[in-house]
């Protein structure tokens, strides 16, 4: 295992998250503690020293599971991370009782490393709003010594994480992003990897296989990978990619069963990362397949300026081309339920106005019609 520096400590350059553990029956609810269990056992005694759970994780009980599997070693061997549940707005005045509960659940008596979970659109107001107290509960825990490193992950855009870094930003000892070769320019993270590098902030990736799409490939960028690195494996190389970018430190992936965790393991038993050539040739195959699937918008407005709704159009297109290339997953209806409800693609009332008037003859209003069906709102 490859070890990464952060402060004084050493990190294993690979976590384990611990959002997809096996379950019972394809129940999400229900984790197979059996195999939950031989995992952490593995992962530990092969040098993974990183352990990613949070409050929403299978439905509450991905904490249980690390506290009760992960209790059985020193607490001094394992750094433990979890994440206050601002996804749900509901939580945002139960900071106090939620962490106290935390802390019983992970049977631990503080967590290294806490984050301000998924700052995005939805949520950052609230973040922000100093009549919650959640910033200066998590800050005093910290000085309290039951918090040891504080952070944040975010699925929300360049200005929202600029927004939360201008309140936060000097408290901010690591930020976990959405990062992969898919998303390098797709969901502009590599802009927000280098905001964070030029911030002094270290880099946690999540997603780095984006959900397990990225383990494995069309045969042209298979043709291209084998091409260049032959004895590589498909997910090495999303791996090989993070290793190349510059402050990254902490690579989770949420591994699902015993052959992906050993899989993981292997590769990060070397630091490989990628030449110039590598990363050139991965970034614009990836980027080619991801524009050749969606709508062809280039964002010209042309189609706003005669929408009777007001709609923001190359937004709703832009996110529908994630939906479809992601396969579905959550940032898309997640970034649409931000919006106000006169926004959202289900007011588009089909006048094909807009289509009139766009260069690229994208069939608009189909794609409204598609997209509320598949999202629902």
């Known amino acids: 295992m490859i070890y990464r520096k952060f402060q004084d400590l050493q990190l294993s350059g690979l976590g384990l998250g611990m959002m997809r553990l096996p379950v019972v029956d394809g129940d999400d609810s229900t984790v197979d503690e059996a195999a939950a269990a031989e995992m952490i056992d593995y992962a530990w005694q092969n040098g993974i020293n990183y352990f990613d759970t949070a409050?929403?994780?299978?439905?509450?009980?991905?904490?249980?599971?690390?506290?009760?599997?992960?209790?059985?070693?020193?607490?001094?061997?394992?750094?433990?991370?979890?994440?206050?549940?601002?996804?749900?707005?509901?939580n945002m005045d139960k900071v106090e009782?939620?962490?106290?509960?935390?802390?019983?659940?992970?049977?631990?008596?503080?967590?290294?490393?806490?984050?301000?979970?998924?700052?995005?659109?939805g949520n950052i107001d609230a973040y922000l709003n100093p009549e919650y107290g959640i910033f200066d509960y998590l800050l005093k825990q910290k000085e309290n010594g039951r918090i040891r490193h504080l952070g944040f992950s975010a699925h929300g855009s360049v200005d929202v994480i600029k927004r939360f870094l201008a309140a936060y930003g000097e408290h901010m000892?690591?930020?976990?992003?959405?990062?992969?070769?898919?998303?390098?320019?797709?969901?502009?993270?590599?802009?927000?990897?280098?905001?964070?590098?030029?911030?002094?902030i270290p880099v946690w990736?999540?997603?780095?296989?984006?959900?397990?799409?990225?383990?494995?490939?069309?045969?042209?960028?298979?043709?291209?990978?084998?091409?260049m690195r032959?004895?590589?494996?498909?997910?090495?190389?999303?791996?090989?990619?993070?290793?190349?970018?510059?402050?990254?430190?902490?690579?989770?992936?949420?591994?699902?069963?015993?052959?992906?965790?050993?899989?993981?393991?292997?590769?990060?038993?070397?630091?490989?990362?990628?030449?110039?050539?590598e990363l050139d040739t991965l970034v614009t195959c990836i980027d080619t397949e991801v524009k050749n699937a969606g709508l062809p918008?280039?964002?010209c407005h042309y189609c706003t300026s005669h929408c009777p709704k007001g709609l923001p159009i190359p937004e709703l297109i832009s996110l529908y081309?994630?939906?479809?290339?992601?396969?579905?997953?959550?940032?898309?209806?997640?970034?649409?339920?931000?919006?106000?409800?006169?926004?959202?693609?289900?007011?588009?009332?089909?006048?094909?106005?807009?289509?009139?008037?766009?260069?690229?003859?994208?069939?608009?209003s189909e794609m409204m019609s598609d997209f509320t069906s598949m999202i629902g709102m």
């Open 321 to 364: 081309n994630e939906h479809k290339a992601s396969g579905g997953g959550f940032i898309a209806p997640m970034a649409v339920a931000s919006m106000p409800q006169e926004k959202r693609p289900a007011n588009c009332v089909g006048c094909r106005s807009c289509e009139q008037v766009c260069p690229q003859q994208i069939k608009i």
């Open 55 to 90: 409050w929403g994780y299978h439905n509450g009980n991905s904490e249980l599971v690390a506290g009760k599997y992960l209790s059985r070693y020193p607490r001094e061997s394992y750094y433990l991370a979890t994440k206050f549940p601002g996804y749900d707005l509901s």
């Open 230 to 277: 032959p004895e590589e494996t498909v997910p090495g190389w999303a791996f090989r990619f993070l290793q190349s970018v510059p402050g990254v430190t902490m690579v989770l992936s949420g591994m699902s069963n015993m052959e992906q965790l050993k899989a993981n393991i292997a590769t990060y038993e070397t630091d490989a990362p990628l030449n110039k050539e």
């Open 297 to 299: 918008c280039t964002a």
């Open 173 to 200: 000892e690591f930020g976990q992003l959405q990062l992969n070769y898919m998303d390098w320019h797709f969901q502009n993270a590599q802009e927000k990897a280098e905001l964070l590098t030029k911030s002094g």
């Open 205 to 227: 990736v999540m997603e780095p296989l984006r959900g397990g799409k990225l383990a494995k490939a069309s045969e042209d960028l298979s043709k291209a990978m084998h091409s």
């Open 97 to 121: 009782e939620i962490f106290e509960k935390q802390l019983e659940k992970c049977q631990t008596p503080y967590f290294d490393f806490y984050l301000f979970h998924n700052v995005y659109e």
